[in-house]
């Protein structure tokens, strides 16, 4: 069955740096683009872009280009999210998620807690 | 690119139906049948309930459908059941080979 599983919680001081890892299995990995979204506590969803599983091509959303890069180890079928100069508002939960057609995510990770606290 | 507009909350009695929308501009929602719908419990991942504007994908219940008229898309929900209480989202792709998502929809079964 598809699975995506996202590292663990993580806990930054402004200015750090985080990556979250977003491992896939039960498909052909490179069959699909995988998309971040972001969730900021009590907020709504907000997409942050994609990556092509076939040739690494990144697109980020408008405000997500910069400190947020998006890349892949195809050989182990898992998608990562770093982003660097880490502001409190950067504090959200992270979820990876398989586009099967033009925004349809059918499959999800599970979230992964970012907390940015001095 | 702005968020798709969605009401900020609806209600409904057991077994009534209730529509959600989800209103985008001639570059999204109106352009392409491109529009998703996902509903999310509180601190859990979103699941996808409608894809492609109408269609569901296997394993949700045919209470769920969805349609498209102009720049709205439309969410509805059949025989309200207690369990459909929850955040509901729609996205479309956009002409600029991008998603956006709606603010999102709080839905409470009375």
């Known amino acids: 069955q598809v699975q995506l599983v996202q590292s663990g919680s993580e806990l930054k001081t402004p200015g750090a740096s985080v990556k979250v890892s977003c491992k896939a299995s039960?498909?052909?990995?490179?069959?699909?683009?995988m998309n971040w979204v972001r969730q900021a506590p009590g907020q709504g969803l907000e997409w942050m872009g994609y990556?092509?599983?076939?040739?690494?091509?990144?697109t980020y959303a408008q405000g997500f280009a910069g400190r947020f890069v998006f890349s892949l180890d195809t050989s182990v079928s898992t998608a990562y999210l770093q982003v660097s100069s880490l502001k409190a508002e950067d504090t959200a939960v992270y979820y990876c998620?398989?586009?099967?057609?033009?925004?349809?995510?059918?499959?999800w990770g599970q979230g992964t807690l970012v907390t940015v606290s001095s | 690119q702005s968020a798709l507009t969605q009401p900020a909350s609806i209600s409904g009695s057991p077994g009534q139906s209730i529509t959600i929308s989800c209103t985008g501009t001639?570059?999204?929602?109106?352009?392409?049948?491109?529009v998703s719908w996902f509903q999310q419990h509180p601190g859990k991942a979103p699941k996808l309930m409608i894809y492609?504007?109408?269609n569901r994908p296997s394993g949700v219940s045919n209470r769920f459908s969805g349609s498209k008229s102009g720049n709205t898309a439309s969410l509805t929900i059949s025989g309200l059941q207690a369990e459909d209480e929850s955040d509901y989202y729609c996205?479309?792709?956009?002409?600029?080979?991008?998603?956006?998502f709606g603010g999102g929809t709080k839905l409470t079964v009375l």
């Open positions: 996205n479309s792709h956009t002409s600029s080979n991008t998603l956006v």
């Open positions: 998620a398989r586009d099967v057609n033009m925004g349809a995510l059918d499959y």
């Open positions: 990556i092509n599983t076939i040739n690494g091509n990144p």
């Open positions: 001639s570059s999204d929602v109106g352009r392409y049948n491109y």
């Open positions: 039960g498909y052909t990995f490179t069959g699909h683009s």
């Open positions: 492609d504007v109408s």
